[in-house]
């Protein structure tokens, strides 16, 4: 039977099987508990002998043949200094104590068997619940309408379908499916020519011919790529306070889209993102890979311990890698055992423990074409540097400053000067928080790279030590422009954000209460003991590391991972999940409306060598996704979710692909490069000035030419400032991990489509672009509809738009304030009167329903 059991450090959901009836009465009526100084009972469990007479740190709180010694019963009787048990609500009866002191006084015999630990894995049950159950291959259920069956998905599909009285949905309408499937594997509507080849292709395989095209566009890996950059909380910037840019950034998102372009095997795909930098002879490729854990937020605020925010980027890093891989929320399990999965505190921080000696560095990343150049001139390029040295004293200046900024960080308080620029090292130089282990790195020992870092840490900021008058008698101001347009005159090397695991050099622990400071017992690397054990071959259970942990991760055995992939996929492809909460696989979380088509997924997708393409063509390839999603009215009280697939969903597009069919259908999208740096397109003005130390819009410099026009996918994406259209349409702050987006209709919407300037200029060019190309209103029209909607306008619509026109041409002749806002430049033949009115009806069809959403 379980017991609460709540003891100082561990506030711990604990199975404790009582030993005689009269202790077990009192366990099954007590929920245990302390608070207040006395916390170092971390990793006291009832249930395990061993445990709980090892007690905690401050003396054994169960010894047997001495209640009089045991802190338990202290506790319990509320000894004089002693923190009570349990802290609220009714304490124990004298009575019941004397039962707790004799017990301990014969002995404190565990003479029944212990109850089952769901987190053994030393041949203990597990688990009964379904998520950590094996995967296995289930068989294709029969079905009495096989026709419409096209692959297995629609077996399972439709076998749960007829046991519920209810019939599929015809097919869609061939225009329909292929915006949807367009929208859905590259994220771009289809042009007019491609609606018009697909109605005119009669081919029996005509659906896989466009499934397989789409599925080999470079435009899969950009579409797919954002959601798994919720999951990897990827922004471009440092959050808090100050939220310095991340030039870098990137690279990991371009690594992202080539690996899902390539169709990486999703095993490949896990470990080189979890252990890229220790793959053996992994490469560049697997080291920018490893960036995924740079995601983390960094605090570079003044006066924050150090110690802290690595502790949290550590745990922030667990977080995600639960989340996003074996769908477990287990952020909780940071201060106590999870309350409602098996998961518990020890569990936690020993996966915690994989990330605890890792650090971060930026290193030497070359993008094709970037050597040679380089190389021919990185000599030049060093001599210059080094004269410029010289010239303003630096060698001399900074050796003096090493050997104060060394004594400042061992004697801290002695000179609150130093003590600053100590704490300024601490979280200004290069590569995340290595400045102090570059300074205590002898010079002699430091690498190039770190050695250039702490140079120019020290001219830009030597004030802090010294004050700003001597910087500036120095002339170190100026020597840092000159160092910055010599950098930028020569060609340099591009670079990349990684980590790398330092020595393990003390051992990782418990955190009391999930308090940094106060530590537990010492835990090792391990994975989750409700799951198959961890493998370490040939090497000791200490000496896991995180490529141990990747590979656990995908190995066959693990009964998360293959079903949370495939659950990511099907939610990408029908909106909603197999298991609706995609972050939850846990007891709390919903169970599978199709728990066997999920297994035969998961099963397939191992056995298929981990393709995502090939699970995804499956999806898309099935009578279950060709369904109209026109809502019958038996549905709307028996499905309403549409849980049970007897339609496909309407979904409102994600904020990225909305403008970037806004673009698109404008004719301003430039798709022709994929990948590359973040670029930031125009935004409201005003939004940059609420950044940290920005000065009006300045920190917002608009992206010029073609970089203007990109695929949201590349939009710089500011933690503290975000792009407004991309929170309004409820893309995540990337903040956590986010497995799911939610989907909301607020106003803001409305006005986003009306007036963002990305909108008023799609609509414009999507006017220019009609007028130029058709000479008759109705023509006109129905180009207008083709490029906005992927469809002709039925006679009703084009009635009222022509009725519409009338209306706006008189409008605009009467306002020639209006006109001149909405049609600033005009076509050559046309009045401005006549473009105006064009323009707003471009506005209008971008403002539909219809456009924002996938049928």
């Known amino acids: 039977m379980k017991f609460r059991l709540i003891l100082a450090g561990l506030v711990a959901a604990s199975a404790v099987l009582a030993q005689t009836p009269e202790v077990s009465k009192i366990f099954r009526s007590r929920c245990f508990g302390c608070h207040g100084p006395a916390q170092q009972m971390s990793g006291f469990r009832l249930d395990q002998r061993d445990a709980a007479m090892a007690g905690g740190y401050s003396g054994a709180v169960i010894v047997p043949g001495k209640s009089a010694d045991s802190r338990l019963i202290h506790r319990v009787s509320g000894k004089a200094g002693v923190p009570v048990m349990p802290p609220a609500g009714p304490r124990l009866t004298a009575e019941q104590v004397e039962v707790l002191a004799k017990w ?29 159950q094996p995967v296995r291959l289930p068989t294709q259920p029969s079905v009495k309408q096989s026709a419409w069956v096209k692959n297995p998905v629609d077996a399972f599909v439709l076998s749960r379908l007829e046991k519920e ?40 395989d005509a659906w896989d011919r466009v499934v397989d095209r789409l599925l080999a566009s470079p435009h899969f890996g950009e579409r797919w790529a954002r959601p798994w950059l919720d999951r990897a909380r990827y922004a471009d910037s440092d959050g808090y306070e100050k939220d310095w840019d991340r030039p870098w950034a990137w690279r990991y998102r371009d690594w992202v889209i080539r690996a899902l372009n390539s169709d990486l095997p999703f095993d490949q795909f896990t470990t080189m993102q979890i252990a890229g930098d220790l793959i053996p002879d992994g490469g560049q490729d697997a080291k920018v890979a490893a960036g995924f854990h740079r995601n983390t937020l960094t605090n570079r ?67 094709p074409g970037e050597i040679g150049p380089w190389l021919q001139k990185s000599d030049e390029y060093r001599a210059k540097r080094q004269q410029l040295l010289n010239e303003y004293k630096v060698p001399a200046l900074q050796a003096d400053w090493e050997k104060q900024m060394l004594r400042a960080g061992d004697h801290p308080g002695q000179r609150t000067d130093w003590d600053l620029a100590w704490d300024c090292l601490l979280k200004l130089t290069e590569g995340g928080w290595d400045g102090e282990r570059i300074m205590r790195t002898p010079p002699e020992k430091r690498t ?10 020290f001219i830009r900021n030597y004030h802090f030590a010294v004050g700003q008058k001597v910087w500036k008698e120095l002339k170190l101001n100026e020597l840092d422009n000159k160092l ?49 054990a961890l493998s370490v071959s040939g090497k000791t259970d200490a000496d896991a590391t995180r490529l141990d942990l990747a590979r656990w991760i995908v190995s066959p055995e693990n009964p998360l991972t293959s079903r949370v992939a495939v659950n990511w996929m099907w939610q990408e492809i029908f909106g909603r999940g197999i298991v609706k909460t995609a972050e939850d696989f846990g007891t709390r979380g919903d169970a599978p409306s199709h728990p066997e088509l ?6 397939r997708f191992m056995e298929d060598g981990w393709s995502m393409k090939q699970i995804i063509r499956t999806m898309v390839t099935s009578a279950t996704y060709r369904q109209s999603s026109k809502l019958r009215p038996e549905l709307q009280a028996k499905d309403p979710e549409n849980a049970l697939l007897a339609r496909h969903s309407r979904l409102r597009l994600p904020a990225e692909l909305i403008r970037d069919e806004a673009l698109s259908a404008g004719g301003l999208l430039v798709t022709s490069e994929v990948g590359g740096r973040s670029v930031r397109p125009p935004q409201p003005s005003g939004v940059a000035a609420m950044a940290y130390g920005a000065t009006g819009d300045g920190k917002w410099a608009e992206s010029k030419g073609a970089d203007r026009y990109r695929r949201g996918l590349y939009i710089f994406f500011q933690r503290a400032t975000p792009y407004p259209l991309l929170m309004n349409f409820d893309a995540p702050k990337a903040v956590v991990t986010e497995c ?12 986003n489509l009306l007036n963002d300037p990305v ?22 029209i129905a180009e207008m509809f083709e490029r906005a909607l992927g469809r002709t306008p039925s006679l009703g619509e084009a009635a009222r738009f022509r009725k519409g026109l009338e209306a706006l041409r008189a409008k605009y002749s009467q306002d020639a304030a209006a006109t001149a806002q909405i049609a600033p430049t005009v076509l050559p033949g046309l009045d401005r009167t006549e473009t105006a009115a064009w323009v707003n009806l471009a506005s209008v069809l971008l403002n539909l329903d219809e456009f924002v959403t996938k049928e």
């Open 104 to 132: 301990i006084d014969a002995g404190a015999q565990w003479d029944g068997a212990a109850a089952p630990a769901v987190t053994s894995k030393a041949g203990q049950p597990k688990s009964s619940h379904w998520a950590f």
């Open 165 to 204: 009285g209810i019939a599929p949905s015809p097919e869609a309408d061939k225009r329909t499916l292929l915006r949807r499937v367009h929208l859905d594997l590259t994220g771009l509507p289809p042009s007019p020519e491609e609606i018009r080849a697909f109605l005119a292709d009669t081919r029996p």
């Open 301 to 367: 605020e003044g006066g924050i311990d150090n110690k802290q925010f690595q502790f949290e980027a550590a745990i922030d890093r667990s977080n995600t890698i639960a989340s996003a891989w074996l769908g477990l929320t287990v952020a909780c399990a940071q201060c106590h055992d999870h309350k409602y999965d098996p998961i518990s505190q020890k569990d936690f921080y020993s996966l915690y423990a994989f990330f605890d000696n890792m650090r971060e560095v930026d290193i030497p990343a070359p993008l």
């Open 448 to 457: 190039e790279r770190e050695a250039e870092a702490l140079t120019t840490h």
């Open 484 to 532: 910055k347009d010599l950098y930028a005159s020569y060609p340099q090397i591009s670079e990349a954000m990684t980590v790398a695991d330092g020595p393990r050099t003390t051992p990782s622990h418990l955190r009391v209460r999930g308090d940094y400071r106060t530590m537990g017992v010492e835990v090792k690397p391990n994975s989750p003991s409700i799951l198959p």
């Open 598 to 603: 999920l297994d035969w997924l998961a099963a």
């Open 740 to 751: 799911r987006r939610e989907r909301s209709n607020t106003p803001l919407q409305a006005l």
């Open 759 to 780: 909108f008023v200029e799609a609509a414009a060019s999507l006017a220019y672009s009609t007028l130029t190309e058709a000479d008759t209103t109705d023509a006109r």
